[in-house]
């Protein structure tokens, strides 16, 4: 069983357009991240949320805003795609009761813009 | 300003012998420091966590150290395999902080050669 998975896993779309990409953990976790990879490996956190809740919001545009329907799920929406935002996103979970922070991360989506 | 620093982005070495990866931290009081191990076109995979009171951590033919003094972790791999050729991060967790505020390196590449 997939303990974190995201769909889909390739996205490529035009400049302009606006995507989703979802996320389901079955780990029983409270807290769920959105990171975002760049060409040059450096994994950056974008959003944190435990139980339902926002908890983290970096410097992202408000073009990106997540939404969690229950603690399983998080997922991403991108609002006028740009350029710069071509990377691979990855969604991740922790164990709200543990502050020593070991993620568990789903496989990526790799998302183009063209 | 915080920064992590993992020393160059590619180290090649022969099978059989020891790999040795370094990652440095400035302006951080980390509380915790973890490994990630991440393959092509994968999410990264939780390896080993240290703690701040910490010298050392094994497990299997992976070592951990973490020198507070030097703000350095040096992370082994003992008689490395073609199979140990991955990306390798570390990522600090805040002393004040949890999983949610839980930093990367941007990595190193390690190519064992058979």
């Known amino acids: 069983d997939t303990a974190v998975s995201q769909t889909p896993k390739y996205l490529v779309t035009q400049m302009g357009n606006d995507k989703s990409i979802k996320c389901e953990q079955n780990?029983?976790?409270?807290?769920m991240y959105w990171y975002k990879q760049d060409s040059k490996k450096f994994l950056k956190i974008m959003f944190s949320y435990n139980n339902k809740e926002l908890i983290i919001n970096e410097t992202v545009p408000n073009r990106f805003s997540p939404k969690s329907p229950d603690k399983a799920h998080l997922n991403l929406h991108i609002n006028s795609l740009e350029l710069g935002d071509s990377a691979v996103y990855f969604c991740a979970s922790s164990p709200g009761t543990t502050n020593t922070g070991e993620l568990f991360f789903g496989e990526g989506s790799r998302l183009t813009v063209l | 300003s915080q920064k992590i620093e993992q020393n160059s982005e590619a180290l090649n070495i022969q099978e059989g012998k020891t790999a040795t990866l370094t990652c440095n931290y400035t302006n951080y009081s980390p509380a915790y420091l973890q490994w990630y191990r991440q393959d092509p076109g994968r999410g990264p995979v939780f390896l080993l966590l240290i703690r701040e009171n910490e010298k050392e951590k094994r497990k299997e033919r992976l070592k951990v150290t973490f020198d507070t003094t030097l703000k350095q972790s040096l992370f082994h791999i003992t008689a490395s395999q073609p199979a140990d050729s991955a990306t390798y991060l570390c990522a600090l967790v805040p002393y004040s902080g949890s999983a949610r505020q839980l930093t990367f390196g941007s990595g190193t590449q390690l190519t064992v050669l058979p």
């Open positions: 780990l029983g976790h409270d807290t």
